[in-house]
């Protein structure tokens, strides 16, 4: 009887032993999350080059000169390009997210897509630091390496914060 209950408490411990390494050991969420954003972002696609000529073919029309119709198409165009945005990358970013994006990365992926180079990421390497996650991509873009650094907080499950230390 006694070792009836000895190999129960053996099995609960190897149970309990199991279970705290599958919760200590899971991925991190919000790294995951920077990641994907990070290859997402990063990885050419026709996905991507659309979502870029959108922007570029949406600017809004207003001001002294311009009929009362075209200011309104390109407002709506403008919009719609804004919404297929927030519908890409609206997974990854929250609203602060999108404007820190916008100022630290949107030019240099409009570059990219409007030089027509190619480029692949080749690593990407992301890392708690306290509150915030670091990250490095090292990407080949033509014959060139380039490396992105840069830091990103999430906040309720989306990135809230974006910051490029080098580009």
């Known amino acids: 009887m006694k070792r009836k209950y000895l190999y129960a408490a ?3 411990v190897i149970l309990i032993c199991i279970g705290a390494a599958v919760f200590f050991l ?9 990641k994907d954003f990070l290859n997402e972002t990063l990885t050419k696609s026709e996905e991507q080059a659309g979502l870029y000529q959108a922007l570029l073919d949406s600017p809004a029309l207003i001001g002294e000169g311009v009929d009362a119709q075209t200011a309104e198409a390109s407002e709506k165009q403008s919009r719609q390009a804004e919404e297929k945005w927030k519908e890409v990358y609206g997974v990854y970013l929250n609203d602060q997210g999108m404007d820190d994006f916008s100022k630290a990365m949107l030019g240099y992926m409009m570059d ?3 030089q027509d180079e190619t480029w ?8 708690r630091d306290n509150d915030a996650y670091k990250f490095h991509v090292n990407m080949t873009v033509g014959e060139n390496r380039q490396e992105i650094e840069g830091r990103a907080e999430v906040t309720d499950g989306k990135i809230s914060s974006l910051d490029l230390t080098e580009l």
């Open 10 to 12: 053996v099995a609960a």
């Open 26 to 34: 899971r991925p991190d969420q919000g790294e995951k999350l920077v």
């Open 112 to 114: 990219l897509y409007q």
């Open 120 to 127: 692949e990421v080749t690593e990407t390497t992301v890392t």
